[in-house]
């Protein structure tokens, strides 16, 4: 008894020490949310249209430049001969946007919808990284179980090849059976060549978006409780939420403010200059100047070329691309959400009807075993009997698959596949951050990182 108790305990103890050591879904979508290249470079992107907003409101600030000069001056006359001084001086000048059409005003607004369409943008790509993750985890499970399949199928083959020369041995089998038996041998080798390389492929994706290697995976139950309770219901979450649809939404506004901003530019600008100088040796030698002033310019436009309102056409035709974008967007992600829909619903009955296949083929092949031995089947029932078994067995597998992966494609359709609604153990990347940090900034070339 003690000895049971003993071997009982380590059992459990290697039971939590793989577990332990066993990575979770959520651990390889965690680690891809931190580390993806694809999903760190659009936070960069994100980052750097906020500093379009400091421009834009550059505008508003005064421009201040400095200036100095130095030179060498020689006269010659008859009267006084050769002279030379060396003119030298240095200045400062001030201008000061007054008003300038409200282009300032409208290119700051295009800023901002530019910032919030960014932001709709790096979520959808954070969704896209994340539903591949979930792809990339799944397909190496499932390359892992098919390889373990065809290695057990090879296994059961090699007995059923023993078995077809035991019996030939002494007279009870045919030549036939043992050769039936060694080509499907031959071809489950085969087989299990491409299962391994199929498996290969897996984990190379694997590494590449979530940026380690596959360690032991344990099959998840996928993201059920963010599902849609309904197709309606999903289309109609995914209308008002998902990232795709709200960034073209948000481009047709900067797009409108754009249209605004260059129209301004048939308005009169008013500008505020101030200067001040000072010059040495400016006649002649020991002669000094100062200088300083103070105006104001009025710019009435009155023909450009035609530049301005071609300029114009051309922003009113991208507002209109823009418009057409937005449904454009909408229809493709309906699409997406009733396609995931479909086939969710298509899995779920996939795999309850696959499960039932394989139990009766598993009792299908006992008992044809089992006739066999007594002679009322041959060896090609057998064989064919665990053909049917075998494929039972992966086309579960793949059901299983297709099951949660069609899961993560719902939630991701709908808008809500983020390291936030997952529950994920990270630091969420929050993009406010880095904009109040620049919105406001007059100078400065380090970034808020310190870079």
């Not at 009982?8 to 390889?28: D, G, H, K, P, Y």
């Not at 959400?337 to 598993?362: M, Q």
């Not at 057998?382 to 939630?411: H, K, N, W």
């Amino acid at each position: 008894m003690r000895w049971r108790s003993f071997v009982v305990c380590m059992v459990m103890v290697i039971t939590q020490v793989e577990a332990a050591n066993a990575e979770s879904l959520r651990a390889a979508l965690a680690a891809a949310y931190n580390h993806n290249p694809s999903l760190n470079a659009q936070r960069a992107a994100t980052r750097a249209v906020d500093e379009g907003l400091p421009q834009a409101k550059s505008a508003d600030r005064p421009t201040v430049t400095g200036d100095t000069d130095f030179g060498v001056t020689v006269n010659r006359s008859n009267v006084s001969g050769r002279t030379s001084n060396n003119p030298f001086g240095f200045g400062i000048t001030i201008n000061q946007n007054l008003f300038n059409g409200f282009q300032t005003r409208n290119r700051i607004e295009q800023s901002e919808a530019a910032i919030r369409g960014s932001r709709e943008q790096l979520r959808n790509v954070e969704q896209t990284i994340l539903q591949s993750a979930a792809q990339a985890y799944v397909d190496v499970l499932e390359a892992r179980e098919v390889v373990e399949i065809r290695r057990k199928d090879i296994s059961f083959l090699k007995e059923q090849l023993r078995s077809s020369q035991a019996r030939l041995d002494v007279g009870e089998g045919t030549r036939t059976d043992v050769a039936q038996s060694r080509a499907r041998l031959g071809t489950a080798q085969a087989t299990l060549a491409v299962a391994q390389s199929t498996l290969q492929t897996s984990e190379a994706v694997y590494f590449e978006i979530i940026g380690r290697r596959p360690t032991r995976l344990n099959w998840p139950t996928g993201p059920v409780r963010l599902y849609a309770k309904s197709l309606q219901s999903g289309l109609a979450v995914a209308a008002n939420e998902h990232p795709a649809i709200r960034a073209t939404k948000h481009a047709v506004d900067a797009a409108a403010f754009n249209v605004k901003a260059v129209e301004g530019q048939y308005l009169p600008s008013v500008n505020l200059r101030g200067s001040a100088s000072q010059r040495y040796n400016s006649g002649s030698r020991g002669v000094n100047t100062s200088s300083a002033s103070a105006t104001v310019n009025v710019t009435v436009p009155i023909y450009q070329g035609g530049l301005t309102s071609s300029q114009v056409r051309e922003a009113k035709e991208f507002l209109a691309q823009n418009r057409i974008l937005v449904d454009e967007a909408r229809d493709q992600i309906r699409s997406a959400v009733v396609s995931a829909w479909s086939s969710l619903v298509a899995a779920r009955a996939n795999v309850i009807a696959i499960e039932g296949t394989l139990r009766a083929a598993r009792l299908a092949l006992a008992g044809v075993i089992e006739e066999r031995n007594v002679g009322q089947r041959t060896q090609l029932d057998v064989l064919d009997e665990q053909s049917v078994v075998l494929d039972a067995e992966v086309a579960l597998v793949d059901a299983r698959s297709a099951r949660i992966t069609a899961g993560y494609a719902l939630v991701a359709a709908i808008g809500r596949l983020n390291s936030k609604t997952l529950g994920l153990n990270v630091r969420h990347y929050e993009p406010k951050e880095h904009y109040r940090a620049v919105k406001d900034l007059w100078f400065g070339l380090r970034t808020p990182s310190g870079r």
